[in-house]
């Protein structure tokens, strides 16, 4: 096991570097930059070599990587757009993303997986087939799309859009209904969030669980008597989780990149719609941190999913 964790930890990490020179080298050559931008085209020739110098935008690709990553753990390493600290400015949102990535997969994980098995206990009925249509439909469906229509029914409903954390007037609200304004806020995109992550798995766990279902040991504990709810939720879902495992290292950092969109549309104050401005602002130290973060996410869902197998199937074995 031993053996196992240091041989994952090493890949993890030249994977790492990996991701983050490949995606300095495109952020750096994208076309635009930060100084031509922000900067006025009539500024003097001077004022931008100086910008650029401060920037260290003079230097090859190769020495502004290691300037960058020595900045990154010293903690010296400032924005383009407002000269604030990188880390203090994800520090105060991923607060908000976390919240809303949370919720997202509380609602992915409390319905996928009973709608799967519940799919899979009733193959072919008329709920089945009803369910297997809305998982389509969702999976089908932009979620941007439907974002977009869904502001525009809180505009028709209410006369103001759901935007941001809060309503734009809470003067005259009471605790519980600012409380009550913070949830409804919070739902919409972490719902909207959830619909394709939520049709995925749902389809995963019934698949696996209409494989496992026709095994003799079920038939056997059917014959047996044990009660249904026993032999599909502990003796079947157990034996079907490895699939539903695997793909669970794909929705965490699945669930970081979608929250751009969302917080996007939705005005949410994360760390998805600080990486969208500093994208249009070339702010190549924020874009570069955030995309360091999201790839940490990915390699270590991937990670706990290799874990979560020896648990799911103790016959697994790590060497």
Known sequence: MTAFLLRRMLQMFITLIGISILSWVIITTAPGGPISLTMDPKVSPKIIEQMMKNYDLDKPIYQQYFLWIKKLFTGKLYSFKDGRPVLEKIWERIGNTLLLNVVAMVIIF???????????????????????????????IPGFWLAYLIILGTVHLFGYPVLGM??????GFNPAEIVLDRIWHLLLPALIMAIHGLAGLSRYTRSSM????????IRTAKAKGVPEETVYYKHGLRNALLPIVTLFGFLIPGLIGGSIIMESVFAWPGIGRLAYQAVLARDYPVVMTINTITAVLVLLGNFIADLLYGVADPRIRYQ
């Not at 409390?110 to 389509?136: E, H, K, N, W």
């Open 110 to 140: 409390s319905l996928a997986i009973p709608l799967g098995v519940f799919s899979a206990r009733r193959q072919y009925s008329l709920m089945d087939r009803l369910t297997t249509f809305g998982v389509f439909l969702g999976l089908s």
């Open 166 to 171: 809060r309503s734009f007037v809470t003067e």
């Open 210 to 217: 209409l494989e496992v279902i026709r095994q003799d040991y």
